[in-house]
């Protein structure tokens, strides 16, 4: 089984474990903050840097933590980091701080992060919790970027970024011409109907695969 | 603060800015419970009491213990952890005196404590410097919306479990249409107040 996981490539991974996508964790920052680009890379930036300072400190402390308090424990943890970040964000970035509001404090209750912590974090060492933490935390923030990809360019017409820090533009692009994009992206129904159609997308890839390696062996046990 | 500031404090939580629809918060338990419309009644009356609940100690907790210490950064940390034990509380007495619903609802119950709903609530009434009657009132307001749209969308999915849908969006995908289109529902609400 694991030498079958390792033949996968990087990409079939991301979209085999995908935490948003395939297992449904974490919908509700990527339903809300998938309006532009800079919001999706600015919070999986921060998501991946709570997530592997999390498993990090959580796989440190697993062996000293009493079972019974094992949650109040890694949420404590989790907060505390969310804090700093939060704290970091709004002073270094305070555009992205405001634009991504409350959700940043709700990254605390990202299920991902908890999710992984209690199921991979805590039974492994510190080196396959930090790597697990940053697998996770770039398949979270490819979601991200899909999503507010597909949300942006057909809400604005506009595909833009700008650098956090100075609010410089890096790059803005104009796809659709103006009076042809379509707002309804931009609100609430736009990104459940994305979402929806990418995880739907997503697991038509994973049923088709599936029949081809079912497909395959069959094939195999016939010449054998 | 008039009586009808604080209606329009509990509409405005309830349907105008619905907690799911308009807000993207508590969706994972929203796809997870919905599928059965006893156990979305349960799960929205559990919510109803934890947000309250939290929500209420919160307040408390905070203009009360972190303002006069000066430890007002500090508030994610204590929310989280009032809410923890909040739900545990909840737990403990779900299993003892209805065993059937503790064990429809299963999993959910302690995942209450990441419903991201729960913790907005509780911080928002902070952000938005309410009142403490006004708390009181936004956090029954908003849970409210949020077990009625729970409520909505089971009958739904009940329905949808029998209709004839594309391979790939059978279960979750397909009931994010469903959402989708009642969010158009829901926009009509807003400019009501």
Same mark, same amino acid.
């Given at each position: 089984m ?57 796989s ?9 308090i ?15 970040v ?51 935390g ?27 820090m ?38 038509a ?18 010449q054998? | ?25 508590g ?37 009360? %213990?972190?303002?006069? !210490?000066? *430890?007002?950064?500090?508030?994610? +940390?204590?929310?989280? $952890?009032?809410? =923890?034990?909040?739900v ?13 619903l ?41 849970? %409210?919306?949020?077990m !009625?749209? *729970?409520?909505?969308?089971?009958? +739904?999915?009940?329905? $949808?479990?029998? =209709? ?19 969010a ?10």
């Amino acid at each position: 089984m694991s030498e079958k996981k390792q033949k996968r490539s990087f990409v079939s991974e991301m979209l085999y474990n995908n935490p948003v996508f395939g297992l449904y964790l974490g919908i509700c920052s990527s339903l809300a903050i998938t309006t532009t680009l800079n919001n999706a890379i600015g919070m999986g930036i921060a998501v991946i840097v709570v997530l592997v300072l999390s498993n990090i400190v959580v796989s440190l402390l697993a062996p000293i933590t009493p079972d019974e308090i094992h949650i109040p424990v890694y949420i404590v943890i989790i907060a505390s980091l969310v804090t700093i970040v939060g704290m970091l964000m709004q002073a270094f970035t305070p555009q992205l701080f405001s634009a991504l509001g409350a959700f940043i404090d709700l990254i605390v209750v990202n299920c991902i992060i908890l999710g992984r912590a209690e199921a991979y974090a805590s039974k492994n060492n510190v080196l396959d919790s930090a790597k697990d933490g940053l697998m996770m935390g770039l398949s979270y923030t490819f979601s991200l970027i899909a999503m507010s990809f597909i949300r942006q360019l057909l809400g604005t017409g506009v595909l833009s970024m700008s650098n956090p820090m100075t609010n410089a533009e890096i790059f803005s692009l104009r796809l659709i011409p103006e009076g042809y994009e379509i707002g309804i992206f931009t609100q609430q129904t736009g990104a459940f109907l994305t979402f929806a159609i990418l995880a739907a997308a997503v697991t038509a890839y994973k049923n088709a695969n599936d029949k081809k390696e079912v497909a395959k062996q069959k094939a195999k046990e016939a010449q054998a | 603060m008039s009586l009808s500031s604080l209606f329009t404090i509990f509409i405005s939580g309830m349907l105008i800015n619905n907690i799911i629809l308009s807000k993207f918060l508590g969706i994972c338990p929203f796809m997870g419970v919905s599928t059965k419309l006893s156990s979305a009644v349960g799960m929205g009356l559990a919510v109803i009491f934890v947000i309250f609940g939290a929500s209420v100690f919160s307040w408390f907790l905070y203009y009360y %213990a972190l303002v006069p !210490l000066g *430890l007002e950064y500090m508030k994610l +940390i204590c929310f989280i $952890l009032l809410i =923890a034990s909040f739900v545990q509380f909840v737990e403990m007495f779900v299993k003892k005196t209805s065993p059937s619903l503790y064990k429809s609802l299963g999993i959910y119950l302690p995942l209450i404590t990441t419903n991201c709903a729960v913790l907005y609530v509780a911080l928002d009434n902070i952000t938005q410097k309410y009142t403490l009657v006004e708390t009181i009132v936004n956090s029954i307001g908003v849970p %409210a919306g949020f077990m !009625l749209m *729970l409520v909505i969308f089971a009958t +739904i999915r009940e329905r $949808l479990d029998s =209709a004839d849908v594309p391979e790939a969006f059978k279960g979750n995908p397909i009931a994010l249409v469903v959402a989708a289109i009642m969010a158009i529902a829901f926009g009509a609400f807003a400019g009501l107040v």
